[in-house]
């Protein structure tokens, strides 16, 4: 993900990057920040691992709010388990996954929301959505499908509807 963000951050399609995940003596974490050309490690944040609550219920949120064009970006290549993924997109935050249905939260996400998992494919799904001045709301119909077809109610419905088939 480093790489990808990196070509689109010299391309200028982005002006920021966070990388959320890990602690600060993690040396994967460390290996990253070490991997930026100087003139570039300015325009990255590095957090540790946040709360999920911090997360779904301040920075997705807050981000939504008060930014035009925020891209959450999963970069893991296999996650069948994508609670913070689909939050971030049922948040209303535009969200891309890697394409090739090895992350859950793929076969809710159009293909226009998924990228090559490599850094050029990375890069020129981030450059594609940054050129669109409508990003947010253009997300929103995918932002509200994911949280109609995963909120509480839907649970339920499947939950009952297994309950009564069983």
Do not use: W
């Not at 490690?41 to 999920?52: G, I, N, Q, T």
């Not at 290549?77 to 948040?91: I, K, N, Q």
């Amino acid at each position: 993900m480093i790489e990808g963000t990196r070509i689109a951050v010299e391309s200028g399609d982005l002006d920021g990057v966070i990388v959320i995940g890990g602690s600060t003596d993690d040396p994967d974490r460390q290996r990253l920040r070490s991997s930026l050309p100087a003139e570039l490690a300015k325009s990255y944040l590095f957090l540790e691992k946040l709360p999920r609550q911090l997360l779904v219920n301040g920075l997705f949120p807050y981000l939504v709010s008060n930014t035009t064009a925020t891209i959450f970006v999963c970069s893991s290549r296999y996650d069948l388990v994508p609670y913070t993924v689909l939050e971030a997109a049922r948040s209303g935050l535009c969200t891309i996954v890697p394409s090739g249905g090895l992350v859950g939260a793929s076969e809710y996400l159009p293909t226009e929301y998924q990228f090559r998992p490599t850094p050029s494919g990375l890069a020129s799904r981030i450059s594609a959505l940054t050129s669109d001045d409508d990003l947010s709301l253009n997300f929103r119909p995918v932002a509200e499908s994911i949280h109609r077809d995963t909120g509480d109610d839907a649970f339920m419905k499947a939950f009952f509807a297994h309950c009564l088939s069983a």
